[in-house]
């Protein structure tokens, strides 16, 4: 099936926009600790890698994959910085870093993923196609 290129650029937009929403959330929600347990990044941690699996998985289109995770690094970089009254909603401390290198690395993992719908299929056995190897 063809798909035309306007329906590609309005997905990349889609998603684009998604991971963006994504990438607030979980920048606003990284730094929730319950006790000693950094819930906040775990949460929000797995709803960016699930929301880039799903538009991955979905659309079957890794440029779309790209689109997400430029637009949740985008908002992540965009809300990190000092605020207009001085407020930082991502401090530059341990947990601050770790959920930037966080979901820097889920967007590469999900992006750098093979795509095994196109990997060749061998539909002979090897025996079949050596006239020389036969079976004792």
């Known amino acids: 099936m063809r798909v035309s290129w306007v329906s590609r650029v309005l997905s990349w937009i889609a998603a684009a926009l998604v991971g963006g929403v994504y990438g607030v959330a979980g920048t606003i929600g990284h730094s929730v600790m319950w006790g000693?347990?950094?819930?906040?990044?775990?949460?929000?941690?797995?709803?960016?890698?699930?929301?880039?699996?799903?538009?991955?998985?979905?659309?079957h289109d890794r440029g779309a994959a790209v689109a997400a995770g430029l637009g949740m690094i985008g908002m992540l970089v965009l809300i990190s910085g000092v605020g207009p009254g001085g407020?930082?909603?991502v401090p530059a401390s341990l947990m601050g870093q770790i959920w930037t290198y966080l979901v820097a690395g889920l967007v590469l993992l999900v992006i750098a993923w093979p795509s095994f719908d196109r990997l060749p299929v061998r539909t002979e056995s090897p025996v079949a196609q050596d006239p020389e190897v036969r079976e004792s």
């Open 36 to 59: 000693p347990i950094p819930i906040g990044i775990i949460v929000a941690a797995i709803a960016c890698a699930a929301i880039l699996i799903a538009v991955r998985a979905l659309t």
């Open 87 to 89: 407020s930082v909603v």
